[in-house]
């Protein structure tokens, strides 16, 4: 399944929107985890984050986006920009 999660800003804090937290990953090549499909018992298929290794408390979640092609988003060229030189 591929769906890329947008959670409108109005509705990207914890607080406005629990459904779930996918939107909370950071990005990174060297990923802790991977987004994957999980069978919700209330909203059925969804997107969802599944550890590749154990992640220690306080350690960040990261995903790699996957970003592929000429349709990347602004923020994500000059994060690669910044990390090959």
């Known amino acids: 399944v591929e769906t ?3 959670v409108p ?8 929107y629990s459904a779930s937290l996918g939107h909370k990953a ?4 060297l990923n802790n985890a991977k987004y994957d499909v999980f069978d919700h018992p209330r909203f ?3 997107k969802a984050i599944r550890a ?4 220690a408390a306080g350690e960040e979640i990261c995903c790699d986006y996957g ?3 000429d349709d990347l ?4 060229l000059e994060v690669q920009r910044h990390t090959t030189g």
């Open 4 to 6: 890329v999660l947008d």
């Open 9 to 16: 800003a109005a509705l990207a804090t914890a607080s406005a």
């Open 26 to 29: 950071n990005h990174s090549t």
């Open 44 to 46: 059925g298929l969804i």
């Open 52 to 55: 590749v290794r154990d992640i």
């Open 67 to 69: 970003y592929k092609g």
């Open 73 to 76: 988003p602004e923020w994500f």
